[in-house]
């Protein structure tokens, strides 16, 4: 059994389409398919029902994927345990993003992983579902990092390191009837018309609980967006400080009732030892990603 099978499988796995593989690893789409086939073949069984428009995995082939993951991890070990013993720290880290993450300097701890280790390649991946789906990611073992958001407590599988904490605010019109009185209550927000998140992310996670019986008008996945359709007087919407301070002409009010905070933080498998490419992108990111500002005081 060939290891690029497996790589061209798991990339049909990740991408949905023999074309989309094909792009994904830099090679001709017959190379995929003929490769996925001759898998087929060895190990006795179709791995996926070919359809019109996407590629769906039958149930030998969801019963090969883990271990699939398991072997191309596996290769990947012996060549970092190679390169660890000629002390050249290199390769690519996978890396969940997120949406409008203003809190920390990104920027200055991604430079200075260039700086230090030019021959690492960060591949930031963003889904759609946000911190759940970076979640998921980690757990599955096609990130080595993610960021998350507002996390659940309880993680099984994964390491968990806070990086900051910050207050969700409401922005909304200047001429809002809350921006008069400059605060807001969750039983404030019952009547107004709320512009949303999607579910996966940290906000959401935060404003679904805290505010479960609200009004949603519009559900947006930008949060730049989102502020300014509340400028506009949309709506109103939840954001965490740091963002809200990037909206100009727009009133921001602290909650007064409740702690609605929201936590960013940097997370690894707790099951699998990080490349030293990971390990290297993560204690430079806990070294150098420190909150901008502070984040806790409102604006004047």
């Known amino acids: 059994m060939e290891l690029r099978h497996l790589e061209y499988f798991l990339a049909c796995v990740d991408q949905g389409t023999?074309?989309?593989?094909?792009?994904?690893?830099?090679?001709?789409?017959?190379?995929?398919?003929?490769?996925?086939?001759?898998?087929?073949?060895?190990?006795?069984?179709?791995?996926?029902?070919?359809?019109?428009?996407?590629?769906?995995?039958?149930?030998?082939?969801?019963?090969?994927?883990?271990?699939?993951?398991?072997?191309?991890?596996?290769?990947?070990?012996?060549?970092?345990?190679?390169?660890?013993?000629?002390?050249?720290?290199?390769g690519e880290v996978a890396v969940g993003a997120l949406v409008n993450v203003v809190a920390i300097d990104l920027a200055e701890a991604f430079a200075e992983i260039h700086r230090r280790?030019?021959?690492?390649?960060?591949?930031?991946?963003?889904?759609?579902?946000?911190?759940?789906?970076?979640?998921?990611?980690?757990?599955?073992?096609?990130?080595?990092?993610?960021?998350?958001?507002?996390?659940?407590?309880?993680?099984?599988?994964?390491?968990?390191h806070r990086l900051a904490q910050e207050p969700l605010v409401l922005v909304c019109a200047g001429d809002h009837r809350l921006a008069q009185r400059g605060s807001f209550t969750t039983a404030d927000l019952a009547e107004e018309r709320m512009i949303d998140y999607p579910p996966g992310w940290g906000t959401r996670a935060v404003v679904d609980r805290e505010i479960p019986n609200r009004r949603t008008v519009i559900e947006v996945a930008d949060q730049f967006f989102g502020m300014s359709l509340a400028v506009k007087g949309f709506g109103v919407t939840l954001v965490p400080l740091s963002v809200a301070r990037m909206q100009s002409g727009a009133a921001i009010l602290p909650c007064s009732d409740t702690a609605l905070m929201w936590d960013i933080a940097i997370a690894h498998s707790s099951t699998r030892v990080p490349s030293q490419a990971a390990r290297s992108v993560l204690e430079t990111v806990l070294e150098l990603a420190r909150p901008l500002r502070s984040i806790t005081q409102m604006p004047p």
Do not use: C, W
């Open 18 to 90: 023999f074309t989309a593989a094909a792009r994904s690893l830099n090679v001709v789409q017959s190379a995929v398919s003929t490769g996925v086939a001759k898998l087929e073949r060895e190990v006795g069984d179709r791995l996926f029902d070919r359809t019109p428009t996407v590629l769906v995995l039958t149930e030998t082939g969801r019963a090969v994927v883990g271990p699939a993951r398991a072997a191309l991890r596996a290769r990947a070990d012996v060549f970092d345990a190679v390169d660890g013993v000629r002390g050249d720290i290199r």
């Open 117 to 160: 280790h030019p021959g690492i390649t960060i591949a930031m991946r963003q889904n759609p579902r946000g911190t759940a789906g970076n979640i998921v990611g980690v757990r599955a073992g096609t990130l080595d990092l993610a960021f998350l958001g507002s996390y659940p407590d309880r993680l099984p599988g994964l390491a968990v």
